[in-house]
């Protein structure tokens, strides 16, 4: 069965410090990974992630995948309490569609001033 | 609009009740899927549609739901007999092509708050 796993599932921070969140997965004919940021409304989108090795950078935010070891790194330095949400990661893969995105359950950061 | 709009944005159904949820994708986008999120979860597939064909609907729960599209663009999420379980963040979402893959961004609405009393 095709699943995303996000870790930790909740974090809490003070301004300044550097996170790193997890996602892990395992998909069927995997394409691509992407990660989101959710505040009280809809998933806002961070980064689409496709090749092993290559960082995707902006600004403060990083990410890496790494499909050979089936997982993927969301980097936050120097957070803000602006960082603070739920982000989610998701993978795309054809299981029983052209286009279901699987999404983990999330991890809650919340950045202390 | 510039993007996915979604209406209601809140809903309070009585129990029994059928609502009708409404999704218009950004404009020229092929792809439109609906999410189910409840409080503390992430988003659940329900179904998607390539234009007016609905390709997927292995996550709808029940029979009670039904999603439609059928010019391709607007997209309705009904469920019928409403039950307090039903209560969730209804997430529409659509992106410009079909093959979900490289450069091909997923674009959330705000979500219909659904509340069933």
């Known amino acids: 069965e095709d699943k995303v796993v996000q870790s930790p599932l909740s974090l809490v921070v003070h301004e300044g410090d550097t996170v790193t969140l997890n996602c892990s997965y395992e998909v069927t004919n995997f394409r691509s990974l992407l990660w989101y940021k959710q505040e009280k409304k809809a998933p806002t989108f961070l980064f689409m992630l496709t090749s092993s090795g290559i960082e995707k950078k902006s600004g403060r935010l990083s990410s890496i995948l790494d499909k050979k070891e089936l997982f993927s790194i969301l980097n936050i330095t120097a957070t803000q309490t602006g960082d603070s949400a739920v982000y989610l990661c998701?993978?795309?893969?054809?299981?029983?569609?052209?286009?279901?995105?699987?999404f983990g359950k999330g991890t809650k950061l919340s950045v202390k001033p | 609009g510039a993007g996915v709009s979604q209406s209601p944005r809140y809903k309070v159904a009585k129990r029994g009740q059928d609502v009708a949820l409404r999704c218009d994708p950004i404009?020229?986008?092929?792809?439109l899927f609906w999410y189910q999120q409840a409080l503390g979860q992430g988003p659940e597939f329900l179904t998607y549609f390539q234009n007016e064909a609905q390709l997927d609907k292995s996550g709808l729960p029940s029979d009670r739901f039904f999603a439609e599209r059928p010019e391709g663009s607007v997209s309705t999420l009904k469920i019928q007999r409403t039950q307090q379980e039903d209560s969730a963040v209804y997430l529409c979402?659509?992106?410009?092509?079909?093959?979900?893959?490289?450069?091909?961004?997923?674009?959330f609405g705000e979500g219909s708050w659904l509340t069933v009393v």
């Open positions: 404009s020229g986008h092929v792809s």
């Open positions: 998701a993978v795309v893969g054809y299981g029983g569609s052209q286009g279901n995105l699987i």
């Open positions: 979402a659509s992106s410009l092509r079909a093959n979900q893959g490289s450069g091909n961004t997923i674009y």
